[in-house]
């Protein structure tokens, strides 16, 4: 397999379990509505337990498809269920940093962080998979490169779908 689609084919799982929140949704936040001393949120309503879940189920059950239908590339079921499992939690952890810096310096939910949103989920679930199944540096940087257009043009997607009340 060329490596540049080898590291997309990777990181699959990591993509599906970031965009897939917003269609699972959810009504109890992850932080249960609790906020600092300065009235800001922890996390905010846009991150719940069952949309968290929900990616992770969803980018660990990408992972297995993937194994039945490239057998050779995860080696074994087994590997296949542990490195989706840690690209998608990588991912929804990274998000979940965001959206707490976010918090942090007064942005409102929704509101686009250039790179935050779009490197900080990847970079989470590249340093949870890479004890697992590591890539080479050059796929790293060519993903480091395409994410943000990937995440964008997903993000317009689910905006168009009526999934997300924003394009961003």
């Known amino acids: 397999m060329n490596p540049l689609l080898e590291a997309l084919w990777y990181i699959l799982p990591a ?17 249960f509505g609790k ?11 846009g ?6 879940f929900g990616g992770l189920l969803a980018g660990t059950l990408v992972a297995v498809i993937q194994y039945y239908l490239t ?16 690209l998608s939690l990588g991912a929804l952890l ?23 949103d779009q490197w900080g989920f990847i970079i989470t679930a590249l340093l949870l998979a890479y004890p697992i199944k590591a890539l ?15 995440h964008w043009g997903a993000n317009i997607f689910a905006y168009k779908m009526g999934w997300k009340s924003v394009p961003w």
């Open 71 to 86: 057998p050779n590339f995860y080696g074994s079921l087994a590997m296949a269920l542990k490195l989706g499992f840690a």
């Open 94 to 116: 990274g998000d979940l940093i965001g959206s707490f810096i976010k918090r942090r310096v007064g942005m409102p939910r929704g509101y686009p962080a250039v790179g935050l």
């Open 47 to 52: 991150k719940t337990w069952r949309g968290f």
């Open 136 to 150: 080479s540096t050059g796929q790293v940087l060519f993903l480091l490169v395409v994410t943000p257009f990937i």
């Open 35 to 45: 906020k600092f001393k300065d009235g800001r949120r922890i996390l905010g309503d």
């Open 15 to 31: 993509y599906f379990a970031n965009a897939s929140p917003v269609i699972f949704k959810g009504k109890t936040p992850m932080d």
